[in-house]
Every structure is written in structure tokens, then in C-alpha cells.
């Protein structure tokens, strides 16, 4: 069975900075697309970008101009850079493997990894 083990969360200020990991194992890394999901209590989880297999990101747009997603095939591993951090996105930070044209989620879940934005 893939799994996901996200790492990298934490408190940060208004306005900082965290680099979020997902080491996979379990499954051909390099053989789908990629994403990173969030979600607060009470709220329904939503993609913040999506990468391909190739390295091509796609961003939502809350994202774009302050996120970078990455990946790196050899160490079945991607990572979020998140800077200019807002309080709203506040959330537990989720990855995943999809299909690049349906969004079709093709692992289970992890245990996520919290990120609180908070003065």
C-alpha cells in the first residue's frame, strides 16, 4: 500500500516561511502527478497546486507568486515552499498522488502535517 508521510509543519508568523515535505513509499514515485491538500476543522480539503511526473507545476490561485511545489524523482520526495504565510491558511497539509486529468486521488491519506499561521 503507498504511503505518505508529510513532515516540515510548524508555527510561523504572518508573513513567514515553511517548506513542507512528502517522502512516498509503496508505489512508483515517478510515475504520476503529485499534489498538496489542505484542511481546517469543520472545512472540506482543497488543493493548493498539483505537480507532474515531469516537474511541471500548477498552482491554485491563493497560491501562485508565493508557493513553489517540487519534486525530486530519486528521492521519492516533494516539497512545498510556502512563503508570505496568511493566518487563513492555517490547516493541516496533505499529499497525494492523482491523475493529472481528473484529479482522481490514487493513495490513502496520511496523517498530514500541521502548519499554524498565528501572531
Known amino acids: 500500500q503507498v504511503q505518505f508521510v508529510e513532515s516540515g509543519g510548524g508555527l510561523v508568523q504572518p508573513g513567514g516561511s515553511l517548506r513542507l515535505s512528502c517522502a512516498v513509499s509503496g508505489s512508483n514515485f515517478a510515475r504520476n502527478g503529485m499534489a498538496w491538500y489542505r484542511q481546517s476543522p469543520g472545512e472540506q480539503r482543497t488543493m493548493v497546486a498539483r505537480i507532474t511526473s515531469g516537474g511541471t507545476p500548477d498552482y491554485t490561485e491563493p497560491a501562485k507568486g508565493r508557493f513553489v511545489i517540487s519534486r525530486d524523482n530519486a528521492k521519492n520526495t516533494m516539497y512545498l515552499q510556502m512563503n508570505s504565510l496568511k493566518p487563513e491558511e492555517t490547516a493541516t497539509y496533505y499529499c497525494?498522488?492523482?491523475?493529472?486529468?481528473?484529479?482522481?486521488?490514487?493513495?490513502?491519506w496520511g496523517q498530514g502535517t500541521q502548519v499554524t499561521v498565528s501572531s
Open positions: 497525494n498522488a492523482l491523475l493529472w486529468e481528473t484529479g482522481t486521488i490514487l493513495g490513502s
